[in-house]
């Protein structure tokens, strides 16, 4: 029998309502570097289930790696929602069509061995110091896996999705006798091996060019003036906070001042986010979301008006509408809201918008708050460079940006066509003119 | 199959492959609940559990893990992670020969006052619904309010190679509450937390619930129409929960011998004098420093007996904090700070409980002697830091001081600098003392328990402003 079936055996033994199961399994192979050298060499699999039960309006949720204690896991989730308060809003989404997502799964991750995955890594950190040997690599990671999730549910919805995924990262520093530069990391990924080369070398190289650019950094002037953004910079000030901001929860619990400004400008004309989870062969993509809704294309902010904000089917209920598909987590959690994979329309070519910079900073990496409430803003940039006209003059250091995410979501001037992976997404460089930059 | 079933199993396998073998099972229970604006928002619970395998290989770990907890299967893993650790083998540079361990034996248990598991789910549930209802009492400018429970029952059986066999248990626990202040249109936060590594008593062993529910409220109502800081170098006072920051996250990584190997600041710097003469930096794994601390550690990951670290003592570096192989590297004594955050994490170096002791001065009159400045309390948002120490940290709740009082509260205050050199900087330490960063988890590769405090502290910093 599989696990599917016993839960719902003993489910309907103790007369449950409603429940819904969330089932995931993965096998992965990790190679760790650190220091510069192999450290540990990774294999693990698992399998993970979450149970929602529902009894009347009341829920519980429960979840194990445990399949020798499923009794138990049932018992507990049943407990759980027993102890719980009623709520009219929870309960299961209807079951939807749900056409699949192309090319999100190849065989040939699954059958990498471990002794593969070594010789990528081994890419990994050996192309940075070839680069340049003042390079010092803190750690490097690259993590073969193949995941399957399953959802199934009392209302008949019976769902699956296999996803492979080859993911890296490459964090260090350049030191030079008694001078250190500033951390800086690369992150990147594909659905497949093949190709996967080309990716690890461009990321490394990458990597080691830019952290060299940062030994010997000095302040500047302190001024207002024009800032850009690098993708991961772009992703801690706008992209993860706009994402907060527009979760159906934080708007209806009163946490997001976005409430009631559907239809007003909240960005400038140059800024469209889409939510674009259907794109085949993402790493970010899936074909529905964690309650089993088909996940779709959704325009967020078109020319700078806020046209929606996100839903599971819980805060969707609240508003006698349906669920967007946003509903995210895995065994371990229940339903939470999220952005799937985050997508920006570009304006121009990066060398364009260095052009139109006279004076100004790019930031690779920000190091502080941006915090969604009270939208302000401020922290240290890390990795960064002075600009005059149009050129990178020299690498900067004690240096800190600050400003409302509000203000300067409207001081957007343009997108890059660019795009860089980074943990939040595949996110382009962003021009911010006007912001705040204290050094010295 | 009960623990002591367990760590017969793993004795009886820890020598099946040569080199140096660790076993863990580890079995994590979780609860979490919690309520926002009068509603319940979840009940949940897990269990996780498993083995995990690593094998020491001529300078190479292999690491395996396994959910199913039978012999043939933990057997089966070891084999895995011998091969894994035997692929490796001459890729690596510079090997050290040995791994510097220290064995405990025994069945340990970190003191709980009130056991988490013996206190009924009602009670819990009440707790989390009157943090969450309390603060729209206290005052109507209060527009949302989320509060969280969170427990992890933990078990752990630790056999090694180099003579460990332990039984391990602990409960980790916290609890929140956030509240979101508006008016005019302006919206602020307020944050306050408990934690502990122990019981419901040792939770709650300094603040009560209805504390936590005051000081939310006071900090996200204190801010709205307050003022901005001038941006500049500043003289602050720093409440002992900055100090915590400061301690764990601007100096503390830094002194992680793996930061420490890949060239962070204090590398070659033992012996130097890196901070004013009024700072001793300690951390420490030992219950005897306060009950319910969030990084009491009895025995580390790798089954090593940990000990107390002085980093800099009378503002002199003393030590790195070490696992079994940076101990090696360094020729030094290991001082057991590897932990591993689930069976399937590998242990790696990590912080425990982290802090700067009690100097000689009464905290007010570090206040009443300070002409202008800033009193600075509470982490806002996230801390970050670098590994050349260089931090930048949102601080929750801060006030201006003028002549030596505190005149008026300021918001989105962030403070960044050097931390050596804001250390070096601190000219009067408070005789009081408070851990404080109970609640949080430290994120490096896997979150982390920990706890970290001190006392007050007048140093300065640069403060970012609005210009």
């Known amino acids: 029998m599989t696990i599917e079936d016993r839960i719902m055996k003993l489910l309907k033994e103790k007369n449950v309502d409603e429940a819904e199961i969330f089932i995931e399994k993965e096998r992965k192979k990790r190679v760790f570097f650190e220091k510069n050298e192999l450290k540990t060499l990774n294999q693990d699999e698992y399998t993970g289930v979450g149970l929602r039960v529902f009894l009347g309006k009341k829920q519980g949720f429960a979840h194990t790696n445990d399949l020798s204690k499923i009794g138990e896991l049932v018992e507990e989730a049943v407990n759980l929602a027993r102890n719980s308060q009623e709520d009219p809003y929870v309960g299961l989404p209807d079951p939807e069509e749900v056409e699949m997502v192309e090319d999100l799964y190849h065989e040939d991750v699954e059958k990498t061995t471990l002794e593969d995955t070594l010789r990528l890594g081994k890419h990994l950190v050996e192309i940075p110091r070839k680069v340049d040997s003042r390079i010092s690599i803190d750690s490097a990671e690259i993590v073969v896996s193949s995941r399957e999730k399953r959802i199934l549910n009392t209302k008949g919805l019976s769902l699956a999705e296999k996803k492979s995924t080859v993911r890296y990262f490459v964090m260090g520093m350049a030191v030079e006798g008694e001078k250190v530069s500033s951390f800086d990391y690369r992150v990147g990924g594909d659905v497949k091996i093949e190709g996967i080369e080309d990716k690890i070398k461009e990321s490394a190289e990458s990597f080691a060019k830019d952290i060299l650019k940062t030994l010997g950094a000095k302040t500047c002037e302190s001024f207002k003036g024009s800032v850009l953004l690098s993708p991961d910079a772009f992703s801690m000030i706008f992209a993860m906070p706009i994402s907060s901001l527009v979760n159906a929860e934080s708007v209806q619990e009163r946490r997001s001042p976005w409430v009631g400004k559907l239809g007003e400008k909240v960005a400038s004309d140059v800024l469209t986010f889409i939510d674009e989870p259907r794109k085949p062969s993402s790493i970010f993509s899936t074909s529905f979301d964690r309650e089993g809704v088909p996940t779709r294309k959704t325009v967020i902010i078109e020319n700078g008006i806020l046209k929606t904000y996100i839903y599971n089917t819980y805060t969707a209920r609240k508003e006698n509408r349906k669920s967007t598909g946003h509903a995210s987590g895995w065994y371990r959690t229940m339903p939470s809201i999220s952005v799937i994979s985050p997508s920006f329309v570009s304006t121009l070519p990066l060398k364009k918008i260095f052009e139109k910079i006279d004076k100004g900073i790019y930031v690779r990496r920000f190091s502080g708050n941006a915090n969604p409430v009270s939208g302000v803003f401020s ?47 595949e996110l382009p460089y962003v021009l911010v003119e006007d912001v705040s930059v204290v050094s010295k | 199959m009960n623990a002591e079933e367990i760590r017969g199993i793993l004795e009886e396998l820890v020598d099946v492959v040569e080199g140096v073998v660790q076993l863990r099972y580890h079995s994590r229970k979780t609860r979490q609940l919690s309520f926002q604006n009068g509603r319940i928002r979840n009940v949940e619970s897990g269990r996780i559990a498993g083995v995990g395998v690593r094998v020491w290989v001529n300078g190479i770990w292999g690491f395996s893990s396994t959910t199913d907890i039978s012999k043939d299967s933990i057997y089966k893993t070891i084999k895995e992670a011998f091969n894994s650790a035997k692929m490796g083998e001459g890729l690596k540079e510079k090997v050290v020969d040995r791994l510097t361990t220290r064995s405990k034996k025994g069945v340990l248990r970190v003191e709980e006052t009130r056991p988490l598991e013996e206190i009924p789910l009602d009670e819990k549930i009440e707790l989390v619904r009157k943090l969450d209802e309390n603060p729209r009492k206290l005052s109507n400018k209060v527009a ?85 800081p001038e941006g500049g170098v500043h003289t602050v006072v720093l409440h002992p929960s900055l100090v915590g920051v400061l301690a764990h996250e601007a100096i503390g990584h830094t002194v992680e011998a793996d930061f420490v190997l890949s060239g962070s600041i204090v ?59 940076s101990s090696t590297i360094f020729g030094v004594e290991n001082t057991g700070n590897a932990r591993a955050f689930l069976y399937s994490d590998e242990p790696i170096i990590r912080m425990r409980n982290t802090y700067i002791l009690p100097g000689e001065t009464d905290p007010e009159e570090i206040i009443s002697s300070t002409k202008e400045g800033y009193y600075l309390k509470g982490l806002g948002g996230g801390g970050q830091a670098d590994a050349n120490a260089e ?64 006392p007050h502290l007048r140093c300065k910093v640069k403060i970012g402003g609005r210009k």
Request: hydrophobic content about 40%; proline content about 3%.
């Open chain 2, 391 to 454: 931090f930048m940290f949102g601080v929750m709740e801060a006030w201006k001081i003028e002549n030596g009082k505190l005149a008026y509260p300021v918001k989105e205050v962030t403070i960044s600098g050097q931390a050596f050199d804001v250390l070096s900087s601190v000219d009067m330490v408070g005789n009081d003392f408070m851990f404080t960063l109970g609640a949080g988890y430290c994120g490096k590769h896997q979150p982390a328990k920990v706890d970290a405090g001190g």
């Open chain 2, 144 to 228: 949302s309010t989320l509060a969280r429970y969170t427990e992890m029952i933990d078990e752990k059986v630790i056999v090694t190679s180099y003579g460990t066999s332990v039984i391990y248990k602990d409960s980790k626990v916290d609890a929140v509450v956030y509240v979101v202040a508006s008016s005019n249109g302006e919206m602020e936060t307020g944050f306050s937390s408990v934690g502990a590594t122990g019981g419901w008593g040792e939770l709650f062993r300094r603040f009560k619930p209805e504390d936590m529910v005051e000081e939310a409220v006071k900090i996200a109502v204190n801010k709205l129409g307050a003022k901005y």
């Open chain 1, 379 to 425: 922290g240290t940039v890390k990795g960064g460079r002075f600009i005059e006209k149009g050129e990178e003059t020299f690498p900067l250091i004690g240096t800190m940006i600050s400003g409302s995410i509000f203000e300067s979501l409207k001081r957007i001037t343009a997108v890059s066509e660019e795009k860089e992976i980074t943990s939040f997404g």
């Open chain 2, 267 to 325: 590398k070659g710097k033992i012996g130097e004098k890196v901070a004013s003469e009024l700072i001793t930096l300690v951390d420490s794994p030992n219950p005897q420093i306060e009950k319910g601390a969030s990084g009491i550690l009895l025995v580390d990951d790798e089954g090593v007996d940990p000990m107390e670290v002085k980093v800099i003592e009378n503002g002199i570096l003393k030590s790195y904090l070490h696992d079994s192989e």
